[in-house]
């Protein structure tokens, strides 16, 4: 069973910045990705970024492009999510989540992508 984790949210204000976690156990032979995931006050669940572990492929929905940036340790099986600039939209409950992809995979932003899900982390930004 993989387990998947996020960390590291908290309460900030506008323009602070934060260091989400997304820690996992082993994952499946091959490659994998890793995606972050807000869920905000309307309750829809919204792809934010995501990376590819074999050829680092990474992307980012356009409202955080240029503000987060997402990164992994592979020596400590941990995805970091680097949150800067934050605005008051940027709130919300971030979760991530990992899967199984193909070697010659760009990762998606849409959750069915994703098979293996943790709890989420709140992050929450006021104004």
């Known amino acids: 069973q993989v387990h998947v984790e996020a960390s590291g949210g908290d309460r900030v204000q506008a323009g602070g910045s934060l260091r989400l976690s997304c820690s996992h156990s082993k994952l499946p032979p091959g490659n994998s990705a890793v995606g972050w995931f807000r869920r905000g006050p309307e309750n829809e669940r919204e792809g934010i970024s995501c990376i590819v572990f074999s050829g680092g492929h990474t992307s980012y929905v356009d409202s955080v492009k240029g503000r987060f940036t997402i990164s992994r340790d592979n020596a400590k099986n941990t995805v970091y999510l680097q949150m800067s600039s934050l605005k008051p939209e940027d709130t919300g409950l971030y979760y991530c989540?990992?899967?199984?992809?193909?070697?010659?995979?760009?990762?998606?932003?849409?959750?069915?992508?994703?098979?293996?899900w943790g709890r989420g982390t709140q992050v929450t930004v006021s104004s």
């Open positions: 989540a990992a899967s199984r992809v193909n070697y010659d995979a760009d990762c998606i932003l849409n959750q069915d992508g994703y098979r293996y």
